[in-house]
């Protein structure tokens, strides 16, 4: 196996990686994994860019990198949306525990 062949497939085992961790909604795998890419993509755009690989192989990994770049984007909107509607949840029911114990505390004259 060359070198360049096994750097395509330290990026297919990384984009793997980012699957799951995105399926498992595991956002600190997810951060971890995030900061390899930079480095596994580097060495393959330099060989791409002095002719030493043929450019389909590195297109189909970016083309599906940005596929779950867009599915991780939008996992992410939906988990901070999420979070946002249970905070205002809880600032709901906080505010009707105070008017409660506000009502029940000063009884009426």
Do not use: C
Not at 20 to 31: C, H, N, Q, V, Y
Not at 42 to 60: F, K, S, W
């Amino acid at each position: 196996m060359t070198a360049l062949q096994a750097q395509l497939e330290h990026l297919d085992r990384l984009m793997a990686d980012l699957g799951r961790a995105l399926a498992d909604k595991d956002w600190d795998a997810m951060a971890q994994l995030n900061d390899k890419v930079k480095p596994a993509v580097e060495p393959l755009m330099a060989a791409l860019e002095a002719g030493a690989l043929e450019p389909e192989p590195v297109r189909l990994r970016l083309e599906e990198l940005q596929q779950f770049i867009d599915a991780a984007d939008e996992s992410a909107r939906i988990a901070r949306k999420e979070a946002e509607d249970g905070l205002k949840g809880v600032n709901r029911n906080r505010s009707a525990a105070k008017a409660y114990q506000n009502v029940s505390s000063n009884p009426p004259k």
